[in-house]
């Protein structure tokens, strides 16, 4: 499900409610260093047909003259959301137009949260890791527990390191949220013990102030993926729950 607009909806987001999106790659095409198997946005390999990526400039006058669209409609917005068709944080101006955003946002929509959907993988970038400190809602993925499992899901770029996104979440100092996808593949099982075993201990260990745990609710690149319900999830992370950890569920009903 490609983008065709910088910034565009809003739309509602099971996890954010009213989302105003700002994608900050391609119109027409997906630039990301995951390719995970359950991603909307269809294969990497599919997406090559447009690499422009929207300048900081373009961004502040879209948002601009979008958000001042919305005040006069009285449209409610709860999220300012950063997602789009791959991963943002690889525009290399993100730093500069989260700035633009947060400024924007106190000026018209002071009330709504300014979100970040990322993978994590430049979380260890000091002006990405800044940047990210400065949103209301940096939502940051872990989807396995090692590299070898993380290969299997999220098929990273070469030289990607579980551990290092790790230590750099550590930065955060809980103060961050943790996206989780929980699904069945054939050589992938999100409930599986390696794997939630692996999770779990990650989440102990970054103490995240919440955890979004989802399931595939669209059409996905890699076929044959189990999608799990409500109920299946929270049994699972159960243990979690009576921890005092703060989940928050989405699948199938």
């Known amino acids: 499900m490609m983008r065709e607009e910088t910034v565009f909806g809003p739309i509602h987001s099971r996890r954010l409610g009213r989302s105003l999106g700002i994608n900050l790659l391609p119109t027409r095409g ?34 601009e ?13 709860d999220s300012i959301t950063f997602s789009g068709d791959g991963e943002p944080t690889l525009n290399p101006e993100f730093p500069r137009i989260i700035e633009d955003t947060v400024f924007l946002r106190d000026a018209y929509y002071p009330k709504a949260k300014v979100s970040v959907l ?32 993380v290969a299997k899901i999220n098929q990273p770029a070469p030289g990607y390191s579980l551990d290092r996104v790790i230590e750099a979440l550590e930065r955060f100092e809980g103060n961050f949220v943790l996206q989780t996808m929980f699904l069945k593949s054939k050589d992938f099982d999100s409930s ?19 955890i979004m745990v989802y399931t595939i609710d669209r059409p996905t690149p890699e076929k044959a993926l189990e999608a799990f319900t409500v109920e299946q999830m929270k049994a699972l992370v159960q243990p979690l729950i009576d921890e005092g950890f703060n989940i928050d569920i989405k699948g199938k009903e």
């Open 118 to 149: 990322s993978n994590a993988t430049r979380a260890h970038v000091p002006e990405v890791f800044e940047a990210l400190r400065k949103v209301d809602n940096p939502i940051l993925k872990i989807d396995a527990p090692t590299d070898a499992l």
């Open 65 to 77: 003259n979008k958000l001042i669209e919305l005040m006069m409609d009285d449209t409610p917005i």
């Open 192 to 210: 599986s013990k390696e794997v939630l075993d692996g999770w779990m201990r990650i989440v102990r260990q970054l103490k995240p102030r919440e």
């Open 30 to 63: 997906k630039i990301c260093n995951f390719d995970c198997i359950y991603c909307e946005c269809g294969w990497n390999r599919d997406g090559k047909g447009d690499t422009v990526l929207p300048t900081a400039a373009k961004v502040r006058a879209d948002l």
